[in-house]
C-alpha cells in the first residue's frame, strides 16, 4: 500500500500503559513500508513522555488542548469544540489521510474532528473508564476498534453493541532483548536511602503507579503476613513498591498517606518504595513480580514485561490477567484483595524452584507466540491499511 498520513492523539500527560505502548509502537514506525507520523498530545506532557517523544526524529510531534468533557457541563463543551475544531484545522493542513485516538480525551475530541474533517478514525481502547455517554454519542463514527484484551472487547460489545462488527484484539507488546539481567548499583528510595541488591537476597515487586485501585496496601499487608506468620523462613525476602503515586484527588492522597502509615506502624523494614525507576533494568533483578489490582485490569503490561524479562508472576484473578495467565503454567493467580492467599502463593512459589523454573520459561514463550513487539505493530499496520478502503 502506498504510504498514507496519520495522525496519532494521545494524552501524555500521565505515563501510564496506554502512553508506554504508543510510545512503544512509535518508535519502530519508521521506513518506507510505514506512514508518516504526526503525534498531537496535550499540552502538559509529562516529562518522561516528553523526552521519549523528543528522541524520535522521524515523528512530527505537536501540543494542543485535549480538555475533559463533562456531559452535564455546558462550559466543557465549548471549551471541547474550539480544541477539536482547531484539531481539525491541523489535520486538514498537513493532508492527515487517517487519525488514531488512544486515551479517552483524544477519542472525544479526535472523533468530533474527524466528523468535522470527514477523515477517518480508529479508536485504540485501553480501559473501562469511556463515558457511556460519550460512547453512545460517538461510536458510529470509528471506521475500526482495537481493545486492549479480551475483556476490554466484551465491555464495551455491551455498552456499545454497535461496535461488535468494528472490534478487533490488539495486546500490548513487549521487546524481550530490553531486559537483560546486570549488576544493579544501588538505588535510592523514595527518602534518598540506598538499596543495595544482594545475592543473599529474594525481591518481590509491583510496579505501577500507586493508586486506590493497584493493590500496593494489599501487597503491603501480604508482607507483614508473610513475616509475621512464617518466621524466619523468608526473612530474607525484599519487597519493592516501584511507582510514583497518584495524588490527584483528596481519597488518592489519604489511601497513599495510609500505606505508608501501615509500613511504619507495622515496622516493615524489607518494604521500600522506590518511586519511578528503569524497570527494563529492575524486572530482571525481581525474583517475583506481583500484580496486584483490586478492580477488573484491562490489561496487565507489566505482566508480559515479566514474563519478558524471566520474572515469575502472581497476579489478581480479575480482569485481563485471567486471559494473560495460566495458573501453574505461566503464572500464578491470588483472589483479589485477599493478603493471605497472596501469602501463601508467596510462599509456595519461594519454596519450589520447580514451579519457578516452570512459569519463567512458559512466561517467555507466552511472549513469543502473543506479546513480542513486532508481531503487534504488524497486527496494527495491516488493520490500520484496510480502514482506509
Known sequence: MHPYTLAIIDQGDIQGGAEAFILDVMA???????????????????????????????????????PS?????????????RSALSLGWYLKRKNI?????NTIRGHI???????ITGIPIVWMLHDFTFSSSFLRLLSWRPKKVFC??????????????????KISIIPNGVQPELFIKKTLHAIADINGEPLVFQDDKKYIGIIGRIDTWKGQDVVARAARLLRDEYGTTFSHVEFLIIGNPTLTSPQRQQYYDNLLAYVKEHQLTNVHFLGHQ???????????????????????????EAFASGTPVIASNLGAPMDIITYGENGLLFTPGDARDLTHKIAMLLGDKHLADTLTL??????????????????????????LN
Open 278 to 304: 528503569d524497570i527494563y533494568s529492575l524486572l530482571p533483578r525481581l525474583d517475583i513480580l506481583l500484580h496486584a489490582s483490586t478492580e477488573a485490569e484491562p490489561f496487565g503490561r507489566t505482566i508480559i
Open 148 to 165: 486492549v484484551s479480551q475483556k476490554v472487547k466484551e465491555y464495551y460489545i455491551d455498552k456499545a453493541p454497535v461496535l461488535a462488527q
Open 362 to 387: 512458559k512466561g517467555k514463550r507466552s511472549v513469543t507466540n502473543s506479546y513480542q513487539l513486532p508481531l503487534i505493530i504488524d497486527k496494527i499496520k495491516k488493520e490500520l491499511e484496510t480502514s
Open 97 to 101: 489521510t487517517l487519525i488514531y485516538s
Open 109 to 115: 475530541v479526535g472523533t468530533v474532528a474527524s466528523i
Open 69 to 81: 468533557f463533562q456531559v452535564k457541563d455546558i462550559g466543557s463543551w465549548f471549551v471541547g469544540m
Open 28 to 66: 519502530q514506525m519508521q521506513g518506507a513500508s510505514y506512514p508518516k507520523v504526526h503525534l498531537l498530545y496535550n499540552k502538559t506532557p509529562h516529562k518522561s513522555y516528553l523526552k521519549r517523544v523528543s528522541s524520535m526524529s522521524h515523528i512530527q510531534a505537536k501540543a494542543l488542548s485535549l
